[in-house]
């Protein structure tokens, strides 16, 4: 049996290594670079230890105490404008190394998997609820009162107990709702009481993000020591697929830096002057290769859409946004992020009609806020726009995907996101995943 299990981990890990090749290679056979400017860039970046990437803003690095509610959670994202933190372990001893600290990271992805698998759950316990209320048995409820007690489905993958379910029957989270004959049905009637029991009421009030932290993740927890090469981040934040890194010292439990793909992009935008990066920012995107992903690749949702199929979308295709579009040849009007899910968590006017909000709607609505990080018009480029173009137009408006346009009317042609960007700096040299890499990709396969 143990062999066996051993020899399933070993295909599973050559599997997800090929993945992170595949898109490697593609990337590095379609860049137009001389070889030999590549691999002084390369041996470049191999030379600047972690230690010198500046710090996060405040210089300290937000983390989110593992028994904080997920509705505190989200408020700690918005409030300091980060899409992920670290999750800190508060029964750690403050002595524990890093596996000991710090339990994964917590993002708006995960959370917005555990709002959909939620959504249904808190439909019923809203109309189990509501039944209670206007005295129907329990054996009147039937499906619905059996699943909310019996605690299957969104409820385990939750961690919730019966007993937390039942508190919130039998607690009267909402009231004169009717009896619905399912789940869905159930949460079309639920208007602004959704965003209440999802955040203000039992079982949902307490729901930690340690109990959602293993269910829903999304990335992996891998840490750099501050004596690494910004190489070993870049591979990490590119090729292997990471959207953040934090950074330890050695012997040291807390982490102290925390570097995302956006942070890296800005840090190369920063170099704007020097001949290296003006030598390749001038250079078209097609000498890279770019858009690696084709026309017929990208993942779009129209503006009649659903926006609950948007965020449903990002989440199968585990990705981070979706260009809104229009017309046969599909013409863009908008931009859909993972980050704006928290409109949908913090504004409890948007749940009123949240299961028949479309994205058009959904995009007006946040337009005419004054918070940061809005919706905008979308962040786009041309074919032959300059790679330096792009870099800035990422780092300066904070944004994680520019859409290649063709024509006048913007028909969308491509994507290029930060990964694209900061694959065409570097190339992974012979060995260096097996003498600088090679715990951390361990460690990530693992997990």
């Known amino acids: 049996m143990a062999q066996a299990e051993a020899e399933a981990q070993e295909v599973k890990e050559r599997s997800k290594l090929s993945s992170y090749d595949t898109y490697f290679e593609t990337i590095q056979s379609r860049k137009k670079l001389p070889r030999p400017l590549q691999e002084v860039l390369t041996n470049a970046f191999a030379k600047i230890p972690v230690s010198s990437f500046p710090a996060v803003p405040g210089g300290k690095v937000i983390e989110i105490p593992a028994d904080t509610s997920v509705g505190d959670a989200v408020k700690i994202l918005s409030e300091n404008n980060i899409l992920s933190a670290p999750v800190s372990n508060p029964e750690a001893d403050t002595s524990s190394d890093w596996r000991g600290r710090y339990l994964g990271l917590i993002d708006y992805s995960a959370i917005i998997l555990w709002v959909l698998e939620s959504a249904e759950l808190a439909a019923v316990a809203i109309s189990a609820t509501s039944a209670t209320a206007a005295g129907v048995g329990a054996g009147a409820v039937g ?49 602004k009481d959704f965003y209440n029991v999802i955040l203000n009421d ?39 697929r990471l959207r953040n890194v934090p950074v330890i010292e050695p012997g040291q439990p807390n982490i102290k830096n925390y570097i995302t793909q956006s942070a890296l992009v800005q840090g190369l935008e920063r170099c704007r002057g020097r001949d290296w990066f003006d030598c390749i920012a001038s250079k078209p995107i097609s000498d890279f290769g770019l858009p690696f992903m084709s026309s017929e690749e990208v993942i779009s949702i129209t503006s009649n859409d659903l926006i609950l ?53 959904f995009m007006s609505t946040i337009t005419t806020t004054n918070e940061i990080g809005k919706v905008i018009q979308p962040i786009t480029c041309k074919l032959e726009s300059p790679l330096g173009n792009v870099i800035e137009s ?45 715990f951390a990709v361990k460690e990530m396969l693992n997990q």
């Open 143 to 191: 499906a619905i009162g059996a699943l909310a007690l019996g605690v299957t489905g969104p409820a385990a993958v939750v961690g919730l107990t019966a007993a937390a379910v039942g508190a919130a029957v039998a607690g009267g989270a909402a009231a004169e709702k009717g009896i619905a004959k399912d789940a869905p049905t159930a949460a079309d009637e639920l208007g």
């Open 394 to 438: 990422l780092a300066s408006k904070s944004v994680h995907r520019i859409h290649v346009v063709a024509g006048e009317e913007g028909e969308v042609v491509g994507v290029i996101t930060l990964r694209d960007v900061i694959s065409c700096f570097i190339y992974e040299p012979p060995d260096h995943f097996n003498n600088y890499m090679g």
């Open 309 to 361: 199929e948007a965020f449903k979308r990002m989440r199968d295709k585990k990705i981070g946004g979706l260009p809104v579009v229009e017309g046969p040849k599909k013409n863009i009007v908008g931009n859909v992020s993972i980050r704006d899910i928290r409109y949908l968590l913090l504004k409890p006017e948007l749940f009123s009609n949240f299961r028949k909000l479309t994205v058009r709607d």
């Open 202 to 240: 039992e079982p949902f009030k307490s729901t930690t993000v340690r109990s959602i932290l293993k269910s829903f993740r999304w990335a992996p927890f891998i840490p750099v020591a501050t004596d690494s090469s910004m190489l070993s981040v870049m591979l990490l934040l590119s090729k292997y």
